[in-house]
DNA sequence: ATCCTCCATATTTGGGGTTA
DNA sequence: TAACCCCAAATATGGAGGAT
């Protein structure tokens, strides 16, 4: 994509690899997004960038979807091997949200009933994560009010020990807080995930029905399945 | 892509939705590999096919990030009593990608309570004007509904007339007619069939053409303020 | 029914330059 | 620094026809 052609390697300069990593991770949702429409299917997503930062994308529900992950690969596991693989994460920090406008005044007018339903369970989620996020900060804010208090009550006590006979005032508290070949695409595809296969990265279910054809064995070992049914 | 443009909405076609998952399945997983390795980022990814396959790719390891994920995103949940959610872009819909692609994926760490709150309501305006959606297609669909059941009846009894041997007479739809002509028999037949899908005795078949049955309207409505456990 | 190939067109996304 | 905009090269993927 784009004007050069890319390395299925990792990009050395920083920023570029920032940039890109921004990029595909917007693509990487947004494809996501449209498989679980078009194609009525789950699909969750997990993306971390180096920099430790998590993204998600789930069409029904995160823990639902692993749930059902567990369940099924649970089952095939028995001659499966999985692995985990280490790679390093750096720093960075991504960024702000548009959040203004746009969430006002839309279409809305061509879409369906399920569609109207995903929507509204999405917006609802994301309320949801919003005001857990919202408690999360004052119960940290209340704590934090709470520590210090007792310093200054500390304070306050060493103070009077200090200069007894004194009287000190309440003490009010406020203020801050604190790549690939062009050759053919389907054989590239094949490749690249035979390759993931190869190196561990990621393990394939095996398909529940073992009856599938044989003439394609390359296929079936790169991709996870042959397709369904 | 491909010839022809396509829209964010359920392939209706049984058998291109089935090779579009097959496709955009592999295009995901591929994509997803890219990401991990060009941006030295952790991914994980779920695919559920409609039909119940499952497929996955994970970068490092599965459960590694599925704990990464429950450690992170689950924070802003510790104190939550509702079940983990997640966005995804479905905003997308509401007419800027940007907004949606966002609230998706980015975790809400960096935000501060201006922000949350600001990004609260504009769901929650969004909730609503959905909600609002789906009540408009809902009243008109129950309108439709009632539309069509007035036509049955007269059919209905156009029939037991005829049954009847009682001289045909025109009783409703279009033009007078004369004796039972092979038309008024088709009409007849058809009569049938549609009373007994309005009666709930027959089922449906996927048409796409708003001629949706009872059972939907009431899921619609049931739905209608319910949106999701 | 499933999968492949081919092909034309829709999308994605490097790279640069600019701006908030 | 991060977010956009633009543009063209690189991909992804509908659709159609054919083989299994």
């Known amino acids: 994509m784009g004007r050069g052609k890319v390395e299925l ?9 920032q940039v890109t990593f921004s990029k595909r991770k917007n693509g990487l949702l947004k494809k996501a997004f449209e498989l679980s429409i078009l194609c009525d299917a789950e699909v969750a997503l997990l993306i971390f960038s180096p920099s430790g930062k998590a993204y998600q994308f789930a069409s029904h529900d995160m823990d639902r979807s692993i749930a059902r992950y567990r369940n099924e690969v649970g089952l095939m596991e ?5 692995r985990s693989r280490t790679i390093e994460e750096n720093n960075r ?7 203004s406008m746009h969430l006002a005044g839309e279409d809305l007018s061509t879409l369906g009933m399920k569609e109207l339903k995903q929507l509204e369970r999405q917006l609802k989620n994301g309320v949801e994560r919003i005001r857990a996020k919202k ?45 690939t070949t062009p050759a053919s695409k389907e054989r590239a595809v094949a490749a690249v995930v035979l390759a993931v296969h190869m190196t561990g990265l990621g393990y394939e279910k095996d398909g529940q029905m073992g009856s599938k054809s044989h003439h394609q064995t390359a296929r079936m070992l790169a991709d996870q399945d042959g397709g369904d049914p």
């Open 135 to 179: 408690r999360r900060i004052i119960s940290e804010h209340i704590s934090l009010l709470k520590k210090r208090k007792v310093d200054v009550s500390k304070m306050k006590q060493e103070l009077t020990l200090t200069s007894r006979g004194f009287r000190f005032q309440r003490i009010c508290l406020k203020g801050p807080c604190k790549r």
């Open 78 to 82: 028995f001659n499966n091997y999985q």
């Open 93 to 99: 920090h991504l960024g702000k949200q548009n959040i």
């Open 9 to 17: 390697k990792r990009i050395e300069n920083s920023t570029s690899r």
